[in-house]
Structure formats: structure tokens, C-alpha cells
């Protein structure tokens, strides 16, 4: 479903990147975690190509992209590998104007061109998948942060991606608010939908992640199934990491 190959990312003269190879299936739901600065949302923007890689390959079912230092990649390959993807970010990103369903429909009306009815239809199916039904005409300020990352999930979903990439999507919510959003996305991991999740969120990577990537300084330091990384890691930078959060 997507390869990683040898994979840089450079700011400047700071490399953040350092040679990522990683596998993902498809139906599978990946979950990285790492330290602050690890270079975790970078990898996940990267999938977007919100920001280009410096070098590598990445392939994301048909599509395969090569970068190479201070190449650009055409404007029209990136538009195809982006409707693959759908992101959702720590910040809700909604338009302010716009009910939760319209918000929703952006995306059907003006980039996939359908028309309003049969976008009107889809969008609010998709809200009452992730329990929003009744609040379709709420503006986002009428709408709790929860809420509003779930409109936001119901957003990238509209577009129908091959993968969903989700960059700690709880992490501006109060603590109550974030069993919600992680109930939706652990329904989304049963169904059998392609998930990238930066998290800090363990319990939900230990229930729901098919695999576990740790990420330290830039590369891949271990990865595995949940129970190999939770329970039985033998290494000692990722007990290191772990036993901080659980101290």
C-alpha cells in the first residue's frame, strides 16, 4: 500500500529525516510515536507532501514519487498523490463560515466537482458516522473541540482517500473530549481503513495500531506489533521513552 525508501528531509542545514524505510498495508493502522523533535509529524507531512522530502521514493499504491535534492516535482503529480491522502490536523482547520456541513461538502462541490444534492447526501452520512447528525447546522464556534475534530475526520473522508493521516489528533483537546475522537478512529481501524497516526496517545496505539513505529532523532529506532513494542522491547532507547511516560 505505501513504501518508504530511504527517506531525508532537510530544513536548512538541520537534517530531520535520516533514512526512513517503512512498510505500510493496506487496511492497516500504523501508529508512530517518539519524543518531541523526533521527526514524527515531519514523516506524516512528508505523506502529504506538505512538505517535499529532500530525497527518497515514496510509493502509495499505483503512484510512486522519487525526490531528488532541489527537484521539483510537478505541480500536477503532487495534486494526484494529495487526493490519495486525506490529513487531519492537531488544529481543527474548519471554516469558520460554514456549517459542519458544509465544511464536510467543500470538498465534494469544489474538488471533486459533484453536484450540491448527491455532496449534501454524502456529507451527512458521514457526519452521522462519526455522531454528528444533529449538529450538521452548527457553525464551528457552536461546536465543542471534539466535535469539531470530528467534522474534521468527516472532512477527509469525504474525498474518499486510499489512506488517513492523522497528526496527533488529540492533543488540543481537554482530557474528556478525547475518547470521542478516538472512538471514531478506533471504528475506522475495524473497518478496515489505511491509517497513519502520530499520537501520543498509547493506550489507543497498544488497541488499535496493527503496527507501532518508534522514531527518535530522525530515524526509525523499532517497530513492531503492539505487544512487541509495550511489552517485550529489548531496546533500551524505547524503554527509556516509555518508562518516562509512564513514570
Known amino acids: 500500500m505505501i513504501e518508504i525508501k530511504n527517506l531525508h528531509k532537510q530544513f536548512g542545514q538541520t537534517e530531520v529525516l535520516k533514512g526512513i524505510d517503512l512498510k505500510i498495508e493496506e487496511g492497516n493502522t500504523v501508529c508512530i510515536i517518539g519524543p518531541s523533535g523526533s521527526g514524527k509529524t515531519t514523516l506524516l507531512r512528508c505523506l502529504n507532501l506538505l512538505e517535499t522530502p529532500t530525497k527518497g521514493t515514496i510509493k502509495l499504491g499505483k503512484f510512486s ?76 464556534s457552536q461546536l465543542s473541540g471534539g466535535q469539531q475534530q470530528r467534522v474534521g475526520i468527516a472532512r477527509a473522508m469525504a474525498m474518499e482517500p486510499e489512506v488517513l493521516l492523522f497528526d496527533e489528533p488529540t492533543s488540543a483537546l481537554d482530557p474528556e473530549l478525547v475518547g470521542e475522537v478516538l472512538k471514531v478512529m478506533k471504528e475506522l481501524a475495524k473497518e478496515g481503513m489505511t491509517m497513519v497516526v502520530v499520537t501520543h496517545e498509547m493506550n489507543f496505539a497498544r488497541e488499535a495500531a496493527d503496527k507501532v513505529v518508534f522514531i527518535d532523532k530522525g530515524v526509525i529506532v523499532e517497530e513492531g506489533t503492539p505487544q512487541q513494542i509495550f511489552e517485550h522491547t529489548g531496546h533500551e532507547r524505547t524503554l527509556q521513552f516509555l518508562n518516562k511516560l509512564c513514570s
Request: a positive charge; zero cysteines; hydrophobic letters at 35%.
Open 65 to 140: 514519487l522519487d525526490f531528488q535534492d532541489k527537484k521539483p516535482v510537478p505541480k500536477d503529480k503532487v495534486i494526484k498523490f494529495r487526493q490519495q491522502t486525506g490529513m487531519v490536523f492537531q488544529s481543527y482547520n474548519l471554516f469558520p463560515h460554514m456549517t459542519a456541513l458544509e465544511n464536510v461538502m467543500e470538498g465534494l462541490v469544489y474538488v471533486r466537482k459533484q453536484d450540491k444534492e448527491a455532496s449534501r447526501t454524502k456529507a451527512l452520512q458521514l457526519l452521522e458516522k462519526v455522531g454528528l447528525s444533529e449538529r450538521a447546522n452548527h457553525y464551528p
